[in-house]
């Protein structure tokens, strides 16, 4: 499971958890668990510190139809309309 | 035809019945989209309530009046009933009662005058959309726990976005934004803000969508007391959060939306976790995970000892040792009853000893008696008769013995007791 989302691992590592405390595991299960969950721990850190917010726009053609347009930082969320309303 | 004088044309004139011709003039004035949806503002007179509770009246101006119907179950959703001379605003239609042969206005909706046109069609909004359960608890769907594809209905001039950006990218970092620019106010703003909806819809992945407004005037918020804006957030395919003006404007769109936020601020945080907590959420399942582990294997060695000892009860080297205990207790208790003889025994036997000792002739010597034997030391001279004078003999006292010679004729003087045999007399000496 190379590109779990930070969700999906800590949907994992809670329901990890949930499936150590249920108990009566043998022991090499649970160990199995304890590293999976330690992985996903570490996971879930990982994306949560290398998180960066992406915004795009989306942006009428002249069809009509609908196309996405990536924003970049703070600057292209509408630097000449930052003094009005 | 109506028109033909009736004499030029008797044949062809048509007579029509009252209820003919009054159907005729219902069907006119349903067929008539402005009579069937109207606003009308004037005062109220001649109000009566009748026992059925339908409320009957009349509102005029300077120059007309018309006549009011408004049915109970109507009247009962009045915050106060009306009296003759209000200023009111109605909502209705206007139809013709066919059994009087007159028209009315029927109306659904009242509300004093003073409160403006605007609110009075919010109110009539309200009323019917709630009465049509778009309101309802029931419909309001959960938000995503940790959305992945955020889409924003609003200006893309103006502080409103810029501000939702900001305290995204400080608390949530974890999501994509998606803006659907929209007019957020004016004749087109409900269009488009329909129009973006269906367009994030439309993209597949956007799993929450906000429709952001700054604050405004009523007119400046009136886009979002939309009808077709209600139902198309109503209709809408993912969770709508409402963030329009400030926490005290309500808007249709907020009654409608799965929730309502006060403020687009507001709503950007309430859109998604703070990332700090989640984080702590990551933490705490990590120190979970290490406490399960540690009470596992804990749980794991106590139920070996358990076992251990449980094994180490069976063992045949604890039979053995048992048995080797039970040997040495009999062993114990032996010895204890033997001892126990002995000690009886050796008690016995030394009070014999003592009883003999009193007995023997040796303690008689120590009181100063001796005993005289014939040299040779075997037998005893217990009788005069036995010595003759110049018999050697030895005589034992209590520490020892020592040798003497009988002197002068002993069988002679055997009965004078007392004699002065100085041999003899040497050994009676002190009796």
């Known amino acids: ?85 | 035809m109506v028109g033909r004088a009736p004499h030029v044309c008797k044949t062809k004139m048509f007579i029509y019945r009252v209820s003919d011709i009054t159907r005729h003039l219902k069907d006119l004035l349903d067929s008539d989209e402005l009579l069937q949806d109207l606003w009308v503002a004037g005062e109220v007179s001649n109000l009566s309530r009748a026992p059925s509770g339908h409320l009957y009246f009349t509102v005029k101006d300077a120059d007309s009046q018309l006549a009011c119907v408004m049915w109970r179950s109507q009247v009962a959703r009045l915050a106060a009933l009306p009296k003759d001379g209000d200023h009111v605003i109605l909502h209705g239609y206007i139809t013709i009662y066919e059994n009087r042969g007159v028209y009315q206005f029927y109306a659904d909706m009242l509300q004093a005058e003073g409160i403006g046109l605007l609110a009075a069609q919010f109110e009539e909004l309200k009323a019917r959309l709630a009465a049509e359960g778009l309101f309802d608890a029931a419909h309001k769907r959960p938000l995503p726990a940790l959305p992945r594809c955020i889409g924003i209905v609003t200006s893309t001039t103006g502080a409103v976005l810029h501000d939702m950006l900001n305290i995204l990218r400080r608390r949530y970092r974890l999501a994509r934004l998606l803006i659907a620019p929209s007019a957020v106010q004016g004749a087109d703003a409900p269009r488009q803000i329909v129009a973006a909806l269906s367009a994030l819809q439309a993209v597949g992945t956007v799993d929450v969508i906000i429709v952001a407004r700054g604050g405004g005037s009523l007119e400046d918020l009136w886009a979002f007391n939309d009808e077709t804006v209600a139902r198309a957030i109503y209709n809408c395919t993912v969770p709508v959060i409402s963030a329009v003006g400030h926490e005290v404007d309500y808007t249709i769109a907020d009654f409608v939306a799965d929730l309502r936020a006060p403020t687009p601020s507001a709503a950007a945080e309430l859109v998604a976790p703070d990332q700090g907590e989640l984080a702590a959420r990551v933490e705490s399942s990590r120190r979970r995970l290490l406490e399960l582990m540690r009470a596992h294997v804990q749980q794991g060695r106590s139920r070996v000892a358990a076992e251990q000892r449980a094994l180490l009860r069976l063992s045949p080297r604890l039979v053995l040792d048992q048995q080797r205990q039970r040997v040495d207790d009999l062993w114990q208790r032996a010895r204890a009853v033997i001892g126990h003889e002995l000690l009886l025994r050796r008690e016995h036997t030394r009070g014999l000893g003592i009883h003999l000792q009193a007995l023997s002739p040796l303690a008689v010597l120590q009181r100063g008696f001796a005993i005289v034997w014939r040299a040779g030391g075997r037998e005893v001279v217990s009788q005069v008769q036995q010595v003759r004078s110049g018999d050697a003999l030895q005589i034992q006292v209590s520490n020892g013995r020592f040798a003497a010679v009988v002197g002068g004729d002993g069988a002679r003087k055997r009965n004078r007791h007392g004699g002065n045999s100085e041999q003899l007399s040497l050994g009676l000496d002190g009796e």
């Not at chain 1, 691992?9 to 958890?17: I, M, S």
Request: aromatic share 4%; glycine share 6%; net charge negative.
């Open chain 1, 1 to 85: 499971m190379p590109e779990l989302s930070f969700e999906e691992a800590l949907a994992k590592l809670e329901e990890t958890v949930r499936r150590l405390e249920a108990g009566n595991l043998p022991l090499d299960e649970a160990v199995a668990l304890f590293e999976e969950g330690t992985r996903l721990a570490r996971l879930c850190n990982e994306r949560l510190d290398a998180a960066e917010l992406k915004v795009s726009q989306l942006m009428q053609t002249p069809g009509g139809e609908y196309v996405e347009h990536e924003l970049y930082a703070d600057t292209d969320t509408g630097d000449e309309q930052e003094s009005d309303q």
